[in-house]
């Protein structure tokens, strides 16, 4: 696999030189339990967002990593807002990655999964009509479903007046998907953070200076605090940083 720009580890144990893909690979994993892994990305001064987007904050080593990560997933999480405001497409990986995961028993693709309390979502989005596996939409039951959803996607009922993110978790977990990879937004990180869901955070710290005004990577009703031990730091030839944080 190819190095692109070079990162190393620096904690708990310094690599000799820049890691590879493999070994970065090697260093996330795939844990033998289910598991919901964060992937975030943050200024230095903790901002979500450069003019909007988080887009603005994430150079080459946070899209290298958040590839190599969606290559681990079982099935990639991403709330509604989060995918239309993000401009997501279809969830598809090159050939390389492909052959990783084939290697390694699992599909060749990760299925996407969306969170929509409201279901205001399009059928003719490229994240569904594109897909190349069916996608799977969490939802509430007294939510309306737009025509034409339920032919592009699994749409599934967890909770009467809000989505239930434990029965939805579990019902994913049912269908083989037990490695869970959520992008966000914050307000689904705030919830399954309230819901004690989160297993993982994967942190990018960007070498840049936001200044006032975008939000935080959570959102949402105030919750108890929770301690997530530092797992590994890897630093990349820019600045860029990379932490990760799990439960034991």
């Known amino acids: 696999m190819s190095v692109g720009m070079p990162i190393a580890a620096l904690w708990p144990e310094p690599s000799a030189g820049p890691?590879?893909?493999?070994a970065l690979a090697a260093l996330y994993g795939r844990p033998d339990r289910p598991h919901l892994r964060m992937n975030f990305v943050s200024s230095i001064d903790g901002a979500v967002?450069?003019?909007g987007y988080s887009a603005g904050l994430s150079g080459e080593p946070d899209k290298r990593v958040f590839g190599?990560?969606?290559m681990l997933c079982d099935a990639l999480v991403v709330a509604a807002g989060t995918l239309r405001h993000e401009g997501y497409r279809a969830v598809r990986l090159d050939e390389r990655r492909r052959g990783w995961r084939r290697a390694h028993g699992l599909a060749e693709y990760p299925t996407l999964v969306v969170v929509s309390g409201s279901?205001?979502?399009?059928?003719?989005h490229a994240a569904f009509a594109d897909a190349p596996v069916r996608p799977v939409v969490l939802t509430r039951a007294d939510a309306a479903v737009p025509p034409?959803?339920?032919?592009?996607a699994d749409v599934v009922t967890c909770?009467?007046?809000?989505?239930?993110?434990?029965?939805?978790?579990?019902?994913?977990r049912r269908r083989g998907l037990d490695q869970l990879l959520c992008e966000g937004g914050p307000h689904l990180f705030g919830a399954l953070t309230a819901a004690d869901l989160v297993d993982e955070v994967c942190l990018t710290v960007a070498p840049l200076l936001a200044g006032p005004g975008p939000?935080?990577?959570?959102?949402?009703?105030?919750g108890p605090v929770r301690?997530?031990?530092l797992r590994h730091v890897l630093a990349a030839e820019d600045g860029t940083l990379m932490l990760r944080y799990a439960r034991d």
């Open 227 to 229: 301690h997530l031990p």
């Open 119 to 124: 279901l205001d979502l399009d059928p003719a």
């Open 19 to 22: 890691l590879d893909d493999a």
């Open 68 to 70: 190599l990560l969606r």
């Open 215 to 222: 939000g935080r990577i959570t959102a949402g009703d105030p």
């Open 159 to 172: 909770g009467a007046d809000r989505v239930d993110l434990a029965t939805g978790l579990a019902e994913l």
């Open 49 to 51: 967002t450069v003019d």
């Open 148 to 152: 034409g959803l339920t032919d592009v």
